[in-house]
């Protein structure tokens, strides 16, 4: 084989289409469910940590709901921040 073919590809693999998977799911949740990028930086972490590989995808997912169900609380109860 072709050692410096094969070293181009890998080079090509993780740098361009590495990283336009990271920025396009980025841009995709952020367009969809209105949510900070950090949290889903954030939600990828911690999802890792907890459930392993699936947990890229299942972090971000668990941590907008949390803070869904904490604006819902918020809403039903009339709770307000003291300034």
């Known amino acids: 084989g072709d050692s410096v073919r094969g070293l ?6 993780l740098a361009i289409i590495g990283s336009v998977d990271n ?6 949740v952020k367009k ?10 954030f939600g990828v972490i911690i999802g890792v940590n907890i459930f392993g590989f699936i947990g890229i995808i299942f972090g971000p997912i668990l941590i907008s709901l949390f803070i869904i ?7 039903e109860f009339n709770v307000t921040r003291n300034s």
Not at 8 to 13: D, E, N, Q, R
Not at 32 to 41: A, C, K, N, R, S
Request: glycine share 6%; net charge positive; no cysteine.
């Open 69 to 75: 169900l904490i604006r819902i609380y918020a809403n």
């Open 23 to 28: 920025i396009f799911r980025f841009w995709l």
């Open 32 to 41: 969809l469910g209105d949510v900070h990028p950090l949290i889903t930086v």
């Open 8 to 13: 181009v590809v890998l080079i090509f693999g």
